[in-house]
């Protein structure tokens, strides 16, 4: 169904075919198709659909509807969908929610729910434990397989993965993992302890989200068990989740290489102050850095003056410098964010840069010299002072371009901040020295 | 067991211990420990795991090791594990290897399996066909619910995944698919016919892999089919490779971003002369570019002649020009690869730069007048020209690095060429032209 499908029902006032209809897409599909309407049409349909769908579109709201939603259900609704809600989107949604909407949340809930809330709201932002649910297949290790496949017949509705279920002792310490491949596969009078795998990889509640990312990656899981202290069981985190998670934290990576305030705000949704706020930070920084680099210009200002025609050259001597030294560094920055550079790798970066430097400096510097002096005809030995200048430029950021992100990483700062702009303000510097110093020299000024 | 731990049971010959530790290990670690080791003892090691694990470690490890591996094993081996691999870890395999190798991989397949591999290597690279595997759960529509998981049972362990299954009926047309989810909890006399959904979601062999990645991010799906033209079902998508096809698009956005050709070989093994092919082409295009700019300078030769200090500001207002439209065109191209934006949003997009640009704007231009006028002590009229300079640099830039990419993508080309070195090209030619033009204004030069 599309917008307009939905329109001409509403409109012929067709509730039973639209029910009928809203009743066999996906969740996603029907949130997106409820979001324009007003919130008097939107909440009458909402209240057309069976309760289980009704829940699941809820929570593929955008955080505004859902807000409006809470704020004119009643509070009998809202109780019922708190407590269908699968738990990691409801702490999503009293995250993202103002204080009075909380207030209803919380006093629509029970008491127990109400004191998980708070140990959950507790969590570091991007912690493992922060996007985890609790929502788990939770096994015995002296149940059957016939046992746990009742078990998860009379749970399974309610939980956000029943693929991978979780073993546990009294103490709610993890003690293995089954697939429901596993259970499904295997005889149905063996148990839980034989059929187990205890070798568990897990995180922390308190572990970087990335991390957790990290192992979904690595192994291929679906969910992956989160542990407190203790070692008991607190959560699981599902591939669908991480999924977000790798978005955001390579988003966070484009804006802080792109010399800016990382933001989990989508950007059409955040207003133009925070916007020019995250972005005027670096751009300040950087400006007055390129103070330094006036500098140089100024104390050689007598060699401009004797050649002024060394000027039409700063430009493209700048950006050539910037753009190579953005290349390496944007390689190897990324690398370092999949795992595929590791510190232990240096010494190979370093020497592969510099490798690739003096071919693609020789390259640029060749055609460059004949570009200038056949068709700017500036004379050969200023065709010559550009052309040394450029190659030493390119030499030198990509080899500042491909070391400053490992010193980063190696002294735990973000090597995502070693990207472009900043190389750009370094190279600009040295490759201005590099310039009149060359220029002096050969041109005897 | 780390590699330390490896050695000494190797050293000692305690065979038994070794095996039994990495028995209980998984796949990914195992692989991972054997890969430095030289290919004699690894082999050996590899022959004494249980022939389930080997071929799962062997699915994992590098392409190099790989290609020893195929070499040194027998025609019995390579059988073996050619026979129990997943397919599309096969078809990952032939696409790497030598011909050589590939020649023997095929003479030790079946027919029916040599016609499949050749269909699924004329699949166009990065395509959903190229990234699906065939071994699925298939269901018939007549099948009870008890039918349906002895099939499972029977089949389930060589199937890439059981947990959700496809319903097709003679010709191989998808009617529809079930979870092992609903499987389980649903009523073993049930039909599958009245469990099953029948509004799958899909994407063609053909379609791109990016959009088969969206199609999972949206819908939080664990696998997606593949139908051809007629809507025959021909394989399946799993997450797990979906999350490598993130990876890798967005690695691509990254090169694209910093002005190289995209490549999907990670940075450590590619030799250096590819590594230099990949980044000289936009340099050169961008060094040609930036000639542009020198001839505007040279054009105002006589306006720096006259104030040969305005040639001190040149490299920050160029800096602040690139690094200000790099930010919005980051976030631009950014949030139309995660459809965060799109192209309907042009307007709102633009407006939105524009107004941001001004705050940024004023901000540095005010900051910069202050800080050159009462440091640099250039005067007020070179003080004034440089921060309105700056002003419009800022403004424009926002404005061209939001326009750009939006532009590209109305005209089908990537984005993500739009991207901070080509901004910055443009942004300085035209800064360069307002500084020159408010300096002759001001100074009336």
Chains 1, 2 share one sequence.
Not at 193 to 209: F, G
Not at 285 to 292: D, H, K
Not at 403 to 426: E, F, H, R, Y
Request: with cysteine; glycine share 4%.
């Amino acid at each position: 169904m599309d917008e307009r499908r939905l329109e001409e029902l509403i409109k012929e006032k067709k509730y039973v075919t639209l029910k009928k209809e809203l009743e066999e897409m996906n969740e996603v599909d029907v949130a997106e198709l409820l979001e324009p309407l007003n919130i008097h049409t939107s909440l009458l349909i909402f209240r057309m659909l069976p309760k289980d769908l009704a829940v699941d579109v809820f929570a593929h709201f955008s955080v505004e509807q859902q807000r409006n939603f809470i704020s004119v259900v009643t509070d009998k609704e809202l109780k019922d969908i708190i407590d269908e809600l699968f738990f990691d989107d409801m702490i999503d949604i009293i995250e993202e929610v103002p204080a009075n909407i909380v207030k209803k949340i919380l006093l629509n809930s029970k008491e127990e729910e109400r004191n998980l809330i708070n140990q959950f709201l507790n969590y570091p932002p991007d912690s493992a434990g922060s996007i985890m649910t609790i929502e788990y297949v939770d096994l015995k290790k002296m149940m059957t397989v016939k046992d746990a496949l009742n078990h998860i017949k009379e749970t399974g509705l309610d939980k956000e993965t029943v693929y991978t279920c979780y073993v546990t002792d009294k103490n709610r310490k993890l003690e293995g993992i089954v697939s429901l491949r596993k259970l499904v596969i295997s005889d149905e009078d063996e148990t839980i302890e034989s059929i187990m795998n205890e070798d568990v990889i897990y995180v922390h509640t308190h572990d970087d989200q990335e991390t957790a990312a990290g192992i979904f990656k690595r192994y291929g899981f679906l969910a992956l068990p989160v542990v407190d202290k203790e070692g008991r069981l607190t959560g699981i985190i599902t591939v669908d989740d991480i999924m977000d998670v790798i978005d955001q934290e390579t988003t966070e990576d484009f804006q802080k290489m792109a010399a800016m305030s990382p933001s989990e705000e989508k950007y059409l949704d955040t207003n133009i102050f925070v916007l020019a706020k995250h972005r005027i930070i670096w751009l300040l920084v950087l400006m007055i850095s390129a103070t330094f680099t006036g500098g140089i210009i100024r104390k050689f200002e007598d060699v401009l003056q004797a050649t002024v025609v060394l000027t039409a050259f700063i430009p493209m001597l700048m950006d050539t410098g910037g753009n190579s030294g953005s290349q390496s560094s944007t390689l190897i920055i990324r690398g370092l964010a999949l795992g595929e550079i590791e510190l232990k790798d240096a010494g190979r970066v370093m020497w592969k840069e510099f490798q690739i430097s003096i071919v693609v400096g020789i390259t640029l510097a060749v055609v460059n010299f004949f570009r200038i002096y056949l068709f700017d005809k500036v004379g050969f030995l200023i065709s010559l002072t550009v052309s040394i200048t450029l190659f030493v430029t390119v030499m030198v950021s990509k080899v500042i371009g491909g070391l400053l992100p490992m010193i980063a990483k190696k002294v735990n700062i973000d090597p995502a901040i070693m990207a472009g702009p900043l190389i750009t303000t370094i190279v600009d510097a040295l490759s201005l020295m590099v310039y009149f110093s060359v220029a002096s020299f050969l041109l005897n000024i």
